[in-house]
C-alpha cells in the first residue's frame, strides 16, 4: 500500500506504531536558498538537500519524530539567504543543501602573462 500526501514547506509530525514497522523510507531534506544579488552581484544557484534511501528499516514501537526540512529562505537582498533544514523519520536523517554563492558583475582587470 502506497500512502501519499502533498505537506507544506515545513512539517512536523509523530508516526505512531503499536509494533515495529519494516519499511522503505526516502527522505529529502530541504534546499538550499540562491545567492545574494543586487548591486552588481550575482547570486548562484542554491543546492539540493541530501536524499536518503534506506530499506528494511524497523520503525520501532512508540511514537517516532516525522520533520520535512523547509528550503532556505531570501529576499532578494545580498545578507539574506540560507542553508535548507534537515528532514528526518526515526533515525534517518538527510541534510539541508547549501546556499548558493555571490559574484562580482564587474570583473576585475585583465592580465597579460
Known sequence: MAI???????????????SGLQCEVLVIAGGGSGGP???GYTGGGGGAGEVVHARNIVI?????AVEVGAGGATDGSATSFSEGSPS????????????????SNNPGPIKDS
Open 88 to 103: 528526518q523519520i526515526s533515525k534517518i536523517t538527510a541534510i539541508g543543501g547549501g546556499c548558493g554563492g555571490v559574484s
Open 60 to 64: 520501532p514501537v512508540g511514537s517516532n
Open 37 to 39: 544579488g543586487g548591486a
Open 4 to 18: 501519499s500526501r502533498l505537506v507544506p514547506a515545513s512539517y512536523n509530525t509523530a508516526l505512531e506504531t503499536i
